[in-house]
């Protein structure tokens, strides 16, 4: 294990967070829109839902209202 | 007086493996890609596969060979996973050198195993061969996440890469047309036509002329 752990948002994640800022999207669409296969979209989400940045809604995901990610 | 065998009690985990048309056991798994799940990879095909550990010749050769039909594979909606008893620590090293000395981008992920937790579950350990390297294991796993296919190599052979390309093309012309594939098949060769079940269809499937029939058991096609 690593003496810390890195939190910080990858060039992956800030893609997923641009395409879903404004409006909610599927897994799918998400991985269509920033070109990504399906399994990367699905981990990314998964962590990024649980750092807090998204929240997810009947399967589809948006950017957390509450989070500034600037 | 009767004579008795003395039953030495031992308490030994049983661990059922994968085999062709179970469901593949599910892991979550530290990767170069972040914490995969095999559940990520529902809807496409995955060859899942172990090396038996980074920085080594053999490995680097089938790396370089994964890499090379990973674009090919993705266009067949396959994914490819690798995985060793490392850590993501000496992945991300022997990625970055593969890339510095060979030009090879490593772009599939590659599971960091170090509890050996997935090797386990899949029985990629040989352990008369070695209980600290995973084998040269392949699973072909199917969108439904039914394992399609095993392969097990030792140590000291790479696998051949274009057997993986074949493999999954086969078994992806099975699903679509339901039928088998003969030795060496490659894409545009004729296929097997199942063996007709009962004494009519075996008549009909001779009288066929779309077929090219050996025998009645033995009939190819076109696809």
């Known amino acids: ?70 | 007086m009767e004579e008795r065998n003395h039953l030495v009690e031992e308490t030994t985990e049983v661990r059922s493996l994968p085999r062709i048309g179970s469901k593949a056991p599910q892991f979550e798994a530290l990767t170069t890609h972040g914490t995969l799940k095999l559940s990520d990879y529902k809807g496409s095909w995955l060859i899942l596969f172990s090396h038996p550990a980074d920085f080594t010749p053999v490995c680097t050769t089938e790396f370089v060979g994964f890499q090379k039909i990973y674009p090919e594979l993705r266009k067949m909606n396959t994914e490819l996973l690798g995985l060793s008893i490392d850590s993501v620590h000496s992945h991300i090293a022997w990625v970055r050198n593969i890339k510095e000395n060979f030009g090879v981008d490593i772009e599939f992920p590659v599971i960091a195993d170090l509890n050996k937790d997935v090797a386990e579950k899949y029985g990629m350990i040989m352990p008369e061969e070695s209980s600290t390297e995973a084998s040269r294991a392949v699973f072909v796993i199917d969108p439904d996440q039914v394992v399609r296919a095993i392969i097990y190599y030792p140590l000291s052979t790479g696998r051949n890469m274009d057997e993986m390309i074949r493999l999954v093309t086969a078994l992806q012309a099975t699903d679509e047309h339901q039928i088998a594939t003969p030795a060496d098949w490659r894409k545009g060769d004729k296929v097997i036509v199942p063996p007709a079940a009962t004494t009519e269809l075996a008549e009909e499937r001779v009288n066929d002329d779309s077929l090219e029939c050996v025998d009645w058991y033995f009939c190819k096609k076109e696809l």
């Open chain 1, 1 to 70: 294990m690593a003496c810390v752990n890195d939190t910080q948002l990858s060039g992956t994640d800030k893609k997923i967070l641009a395409v879903i800022k404004n409006k909610a999207l599927s897994t799918e669409k998400i991985a269509e829109e920033v070109g990504l296969p399906l399994f990367k979209v699905r981990s990314r989400l998964r962590e990024l839902k649980s750092n807090g940045y998204i929240i997810e809604k009947d399967s589809l995901y948006q950017v957390n209202p509450t989070v500034n990610e600037e």
